[in-house]
């Protein structure tokens, strides 16, 4: 099942029907990322129990997807171009499946802490690599369509959030066992990957009866991919993903404590405002495709970081609640399209996609490594509304380096029409 980067598969029909099944695959991969994540984190209280360990060591145990997810990032290139993202899809999220059932197997039995954190590792170092596969190809699929599609994508990976969180809450009710409940996700995972694969193509290929695009000399080596990272272009783009991953994940990890400590509202309101602002999120990801369509890429980043911005200076200064809401919103609706934007970005040039999109998604995961600890030394310091001025920083930069994501000039010149069913080239 290996595929050479150096010897592309063969051409293939790829008409309409095989563009959209292709798609269509890739939102069940998307999804299954997601769900694969909720279905773990909707358990982390019961896994404390369970360990009757400390909340510094559950920072610890929760490290162990962080830190398997950077080595998975870092690695992604080389086994990209060795197998393909196919490939590389389709045993990645098997592992995937493997060490989610090893962590709920050793949050069961033992309980283990060792087990757990090397299943986490594991379901770590699959997702990330498999998470630049991801984007490779819809980056790929993205070009055959003509339009654009890769925040869909994204907005399917929080569709897969939303079912992981909403059957993790179902099986607490059931009180069913962790294993139990891993290892039927795990399952589930498994069984829709290997039917989602099927309708998968290579990133290589560029339209039916077309030659595969070729891979450049550079990109045939360890050293060679490596040398991506002296792109200024690389940075720039990782810079733009850098800022809107933070203004994600800060909202992740804290939006809720913040609208509790900060503007006095119960737990519980504070995670129906967190509900909020995914939705937001989410809403931002399936609408903001047209608006990428006709405005372009960089224009829709530099109004989405200003959205994100007066939506972080809403909540931190709102003076009720119910304003700080409508900040959220905002926020959320600012940060929906930066990562996926950016990824499509990096995957222009598809001879260095898989090196480039490793890079700078490496880059953007160094937010959610930083951000959580970072966010929470400044909160003890200045108080939690006002540490989030560190994301409306960051926020900033990614605006004002959003001209690193322009479309290259053969789309700008030329951009894709509509094919009619059965016609060869790009597929609306």
């Known amino acids: 099942m290996a595929q050479s980067s150096a010897s592309a598969a063969p051409s293939e029909p790829l008409d309409r029907a095989a563009v959209i099944a292709w798609r269509n695959a890739l939102f069940v991969i998307f999804a299954l990322c997601g769900l694969g994540l909720a279905s773990w984190v909707a358990r982390v209280?019961?896994?404390?129990?369970?360990?009757?360990?400390?909340?510094?060591?559950?920072?610890?145990?929760?490290?162990?997807?962080a830190a398997g997810s950077i080595v998975g990032l870092l690695a992604s290139s080389h086994v990209i171009a060795r197998f393909?993202?196919?490939?590389?899809?389709?045993?990645?999220?098997?592992?995937?499946?493997?060490?989610?059932?090893?962590?709920?197997?050793?949050?069961?039995?033992?309980?283990?802490?060792?087990?757990?954190?090397?299943?986490?590792?594991?379901?770590?170092?699959?997702?990330?690599m498999t998470d630049v596969a991801m984007n490779v190809s819809g980056a790929a699929?993205?070009?055959?369509?003509?339009?654009a599609t890769m925040p869909i994508f994204h907005a399917f990976f929080s569709f897969g959030t939303i079912v992981g969180a909403a059957l993790g809450a179902l099986a607490e009710f059931l009180d069913l066992p962790i294993a139990v409940h891993m290892i039927a996700i795990s399952v589930l995972i498994v069984v829709a990957v290997l039917v989602a694969?099927?309708?998968?193509r290579s990133e290589h290929l560029v339209a039916d009866g077309e030659e595969p695009i070729p891979v450049d000399d550079h990109s045939k080596t360890w050293r060679g991919r490596l040398s991506i990272w002296r792109d200024p272009r690389t940075i720039l783009i990782g810079l733009i993903i850098l800022g809107m991953a933070f203004a994600e994940g800060s909202a992740n990890d804290w939006l809720g404590l913040a609208m509790v400590d900060g503007h006095g509202v119960s737990n519980a309101t504070g995670a129906v405002v967190f509900g909020v602002f995914v939705t937001a999120m989410t809403v931002g990801r399936l609408l903001g495709v047209r608006l990428l369509d006709r405005f372009g890429r960089v224009p829709v980043l530099r109004g989405s970081a200003a959205l994100a911005a007066v939506?972080?200076?809403?909540?931190?200064?709102?003076?009720?609640?119910?304003?700080?809401?409508?900040?959220?919103?905002?926020?959320?609706?600012?940060?929906?399209?930066?990562?996926?934007?950016g990824m499509?970005?990096?995957?222009?040039?598809?001879?260095?996609?898989?090196?480039?999109?490793?890079?700078?998604?490496?880059?953007?995961?160094?937010?959610?490594?930083?951000?959580?600890?970072?966010?929470?030394?400044?909160?003890e310091q200045v108080g939690i509304l006002n540490s989030l001025l560190v994301v409306l920083v960051l926020v900033a930069v990614s605006g004002i380096v959003s001209y690193a994501a322009r479309e290259p000039r053969a789309t700008e010149t030329k951009p894709a029409e509509p094919r009619p069913a059965g016609s060869r080239g790009p597929v609306a």
Do not use: H, K
């Open 197 to 200: 694969v099927r309708s998968l």
């Open 311 to 341: 939506g972080l200076l809403i909540v931190i200064f709102g003076p009720t609640p119910g304003v700080a809401i409508v900040g959220s919103v905002l926020w959320g609706l600012g940060s929906a399209l930066g990562f996926p934007v």
């Open 141 to 147: 699929n993205e070009r055959l369509l003509g339009r």
């Open 84 to 128: 393909g993202t196919r490939t590389t899809m389709t045993w990645l999220l098997l592992g995937a499946g493997i060490g989610l059932s090893v962590a709920g197997l050793g949050a069961t039995f033992g309980p283990s802490f060792a087990v757990i954190f090397a299943g986490l590792a594991l379901f770590g170092i699959c997702t990330g």
């Open 344 to 379: 499509s970005a990096a995957a222009d040039d598809p001879r260095t996609a898989a090196a480039r999109v490793s890079a700078v998604a490496t880059i953007g995961y160094f937010a959610f490594l930083v951000g959580p600890p970072l966010i929470g030394f400044l909160a």
């Open 45 to 65: 209280p019961a896994v404390r129990d369970a360990l009757g360990v400390s909340l510094e060591q559950m920072g610890v145990l929760i490290f162990g997807i």
